[in-house]
């Protein structure tokens, strides 16, 4: 959420942040609404201070004297038109915190002009793409595939992008997650086991809603969410709390399976691992001091990539443009690997900024040591990393002409053995 009080003093600054996210929000409603709820709180509070004068009056005057007879017919008079009053207020107010939850972030003066994924600047590249086995070829299309990968009989026991894991692929998805978790544990991340569901204020708060309220599922009894990503419930875990300044910074990871919907998904970015409804995923998270979030996010960054770097796989790094920036951030990096057998690269990592924007929905704040003050935090987080398209690209780069795939060796550890097999 924006701070009320930028948006009354700079509205023109504000109007054109949001421009260069190219959105459409209807910031004069937004401000009619907020003079209407101030203005309404004033004659509010002006109608207790004057019921609360009569009271005390009324203490003063002689039982059943005409003065006390006509102060306690004052007094109800008053008290309708408060509680007339606060009803007219909690009305406006409501309106005023959706359409404030309504407004995005606003970017960072870093960020890109542009519109389009298109307009997206390469920050930097790592690995050659040509590096790679003779042999790549799409993941989906290498012989006996859905023997390890089944899409056929996930589709047939719950929908389309809800594979089955059989043999080696199992342990592939389990090596690489022990592998990101101790990697992000050994750069000074706590790791959480936390819950996969969660309710809409969590949702609110790191601004899944109203924003994808559509991509997510939804239990119907419990309006509980099914995590789109750790970061949800990561980001909760401080939420309506006040930490230390001493405690900053705050580092954690988790891996939870992650649900979207992914409505408006066609083609080619569905094949194959490409795009699920249904995947794995370690997130990073970050609590920090405003002064240094985007020193953070540089050290958030570098965390992610040296995971693709093990994996000796070519990636390049995105700084995202206005226009695919996101609701929430202020500034967003993509990671994209390199695909060889597809030709294109995939994106594997999100390492975004979102300053106090989700702090002030979720009231994450902190006391300044030296004047006691109550500030809010900034919040970062990242993919460390997900899985479908970093297998992905590890089955199409390091595929052999005999069939097999040769694992990395920072996880051949993990997976126990040097080579796939789909036999």
Known sequence: ?????????????????????????????????????????????????????????????????????????????????????????????????????????????????????????????NGDVNAVSPAAKPHFDIPDFEKLFDFARGTKVTGAGFPFYVGDGARIVRALLQFFLDEDTKAGYVEVNPPIFVNAASATATGQLPDKEGQMYETTEEHFYAVPTA????????????????????????????????????????????????????ELLKWVHPATSYDELD?????????????????????????????????????????????????VSSCSNFESFQARRAQIRYRVKETGKIELVHTLNGSGLAIPRVLAALLEN?????????????????????FLSFQ
């Not at 990561?234 to 709390?241: I, K, P, S, V, Y």
């Not at 390091?398 to 040097?418: C, H, S």
């Open 299 to 347: 050290k958030l960054r570098n965390d992610a990539e040296r995971l693709l770097q093990k994996l000796e796989l070519p990636y390049r790094v995105l700084l995202m443009c206005g226009g695919d920036i996101g609701f929430s951030q202020a500034k967003k990096f993509d990671l994209e690997v390199w695909a060889a057998g597809q030709k294109r690269w995939l994106e």
């Open 231 to 282: 970061e949800v419930p990561l980001t909760n875990f401080f939420r309506d709390e006040i930490l230390d300044e001493s405690a900053l910074p705050v580092y954690r990871c988790a891996y939870t399976p992650c649900f979207r919907r992914e409505a408006g998904s066609y083609g080619k970015d569905v094949r194959g691992l490409n795009r699920l409804h249904q995947f794995d995923k370690v």
């Open 1 to 125: 959420m924006l701070d009320p009080k930028l948006i009354r003093e700079t509205p023109d600054l504000v109007r054109a942040a949001i421009a260069k996210k190219h959105l459409t929000v209807d910031l004069d409603g937004v401000l009619a609404l907020d003079t209407a709820w101030r203005n309404q709180l004033q004659e509010v509070e002006q109608l207790r201070s004057k019921q609360k004068a009569a009271n005390t009056d009324m203490a003063k005057l002689p039982k059943g004297s005409p003065e006390f007879i006509a102060k306690v017919q004052e007094m109800k008079a008053v008290s309708a038109q408060v509680k007339e009053r606060e009803v007219q207020l909690k009305d406006t107010e409501d309106k005023w915190k959706q359409a404030m939850l309504a407004l995005p972030n606003l970017p960072h003066a870093s960020v890109p002009e542009g519109a389009t994924p298109e307009q997206n600047v390469v920050y930097s590249t």
């Open 398 to 418: 390091n595929l052999q002409a005999d069939g097999r795939v040769k694992i990395p060796a920072a996880l051949v550890p993990y997976f126990g053995k040097e």
